[in-house]
C-alpha cells in the first residue's frame, strides 16, 4: 500500500528565512506527487506537482520542490517565507496499484512565520 | 471561471439519518472525487467519479456512497449517521486524469449528534 509521511506536525520559521516542509513517499510504481495548501476554513488550493521531467519543479507563491527518488522524498521549499504562508501544507501521492491510482495524503504540517 | 461549489456549507443531522452532499465541479471537468477530513485521521480519499463511473473507490464501509450526474455535478450520500461521520467533506474536480492536479471546494462540514 502507497503511503506519504510528513514528519513534522508544525514547523516555525521567522520572515525572510528560507523554509523547508518535508515530505517522504512509499510507493510500488512510478508517482505523481503533489503540494496543496490549506487557509483556515477553506479548501486545499494547489501549489505544484511532479509527474516526470526535471526534479526541481517551480509553482504558485515561489515555491518548488525537489523530486528525490533515491530519497522517496518530494520536500517543498521556499527561499524567503511570508508570513501569508503561514496556513496547513498537505503533500500527497497518486501511484498506480492494480491499475488503480487512489491518491492518498500526508497528515498536513503546520506553516508559521513569524514576523 | 467559477470554481468547485459543494453546498451546503454546514450541516447537523442526527445519530441514524441519513445524508446527501452536492458538489458542482469546475466547467469542463469531469472527474470528481470525495475526500473526509478530521482533526485525527486527516484527509482520507473517499470515491473518484469519471464521467459517471466510480473509477476509485477509498477504504470507507458501504455506508458512503456516490454518485455522478451527466453534468459532471456528483453527489455523496451518507446512510445511518454515527458520531464519527462528524468531519469536513471535500469535494475536488480535475480534467482528466490521476497526474492531472485538483481543485477543491471549500467543504461541507458536517456535525452528526
Known amino acids: 500500500a502507497q503511503s506519504v509521511a510528513q514528519p513534522e506536525d508544525q514547523v516555525n520559521v521567522a520572515e525572510g528565512n528560507p523554509l523547508t516542509v518535508k515530505c517522504t513517499y512509499s510507493?510500488?510504481?512510478?508517482?505523481?506527487l503533489f503540494w496543496y495548501v490549506q487557509y483556515p476554513n477553506r479548501g486545499l488550493q494547489f501549489l505544484l506537482k511532479y509527474i516526470t521531467g526535471d526534479n526541481l519543479v517551480k509553482g504558485s507563491y515561489g515555491f518548488e520542490a525537489e523530486f528525490n527518488k533515491s530519497q522517496t522524498s518530494f520536500h517543498l521549499k521556499k527561499p524567503s517565507a511570508l508570513v501569508s504562508d503561514s496556513a496547513l501544507y498537505f503533500c500527497?501521492?497518486?501511484?498506480?496499484?492494480?491499475?488503480?491510482?487512489?491518491?492518498?495524503f500526508g497528515r498536513g504540517t503546520s506553516l508559521i512565520v513569524h514576523p | 471561471k467559477a470554481g468547485v461549489t459543494q453546498t451546503p456549507r454546514y450541516l447537523i443531522k442526527t445519530r441514524g439519518q441519513q445524508v446527501t452532499l452536492s458538489c458542482s465541479p469546475i466547467s469542463g471537468h469531469r472527474s470528481v472525487s470525495w475526500y473526509q477530513q478530521t482533526p485525527g485521521q486527516g484527509l482520507q480519499f473517499l470515491f473518484e467519479?469519471?464521467?459517471?463511473?466510480?473509477?476509485n473507490k477509498g477504504n470507507f464501509p458501504g455506508r458512503f456512497s456516490g454518485r455522478q450526474f451527466s453534468n459532471s455535478r456528483s453527489e455523496m450520500n451518507v446512510s445511518t449517521l454515527e458520531l464519527g461521520d462528524s468531519a469536513l467533506y471535500l469535494c475536488a474536480s480535475s480534467s482528466q486524469g490521476a497526474n492531472t492536479e485538483a481543485f477543491f471546494g471549500q467543504g461541507t462540514r458536517l456535525t452528526v449528534v
Open positions: 510507493v510500488s510504481g512510478n508517482p505523481y
Open positions: 467519479y469519471f464521467s459517471e463511473t466510480q473509477r
Open positions: 500527497a501521492v497518486r501511484a498506480s496499484s492494480g491499475g488503480s491510482y487512489i491518491p492518498t
